[in-house]
């Protein structure tokens, strides 16, 4: 499944706008940025399931300066479980992850290859 389709079907599943741009994006790439992007939960949710259906390799994800707490940091972890061989650069930096989020990077830290 496409994965902005997944965007979108959960912005609406949840009763909510989606955010321009992360529902329109017309290249697709090996590097995906959501900075700045001001990812509440529900944001977060939908962002996840479309990282679960993206098609190709992951080489950098980037989620500065969203407000993103444990609990968030925890769904995006684990979200990302089939990019983790090609995974190269996450950045998380200007975000409130607290120790919650800090144990599920480092979790998946131990599980990259």
Do not use: W
Not at 8 to 15: P, Q, R, S
Not at 53 to 81: Q, V, W
């Amino acid at each position: 499944q496409d994965p902005r389709f997944a965007y979108l079907k959960d912005c609406y599943t949840n009763g909510m706008l989606p955010k321009v741009g992360l529902a329109i994006r017309g290249e697709k790439t090996t590097h995906l940025s959501f900075a700045n992007q001001s990812l509440l939960q529900k944001n977060t949710k939908a962002v996840c399931e479309s990282l679960k259906r993206y098609p190709l390799e992951i080489h950098a994800l980037d989620f500065t300066g969203n407000g993103i707490k444990g609990k968030e940091c925890s769904m995006i972890c684990e979200s990302i479980d089939s990019h983790l061989t090609t995974l190269l650069h996450l950045n998380f930096s200007n975000n409130k992850i607290g120790a919650e989020g800090a144990e599920a990077l480092c979790e998946k830290m131990r599980n990259m290859k």
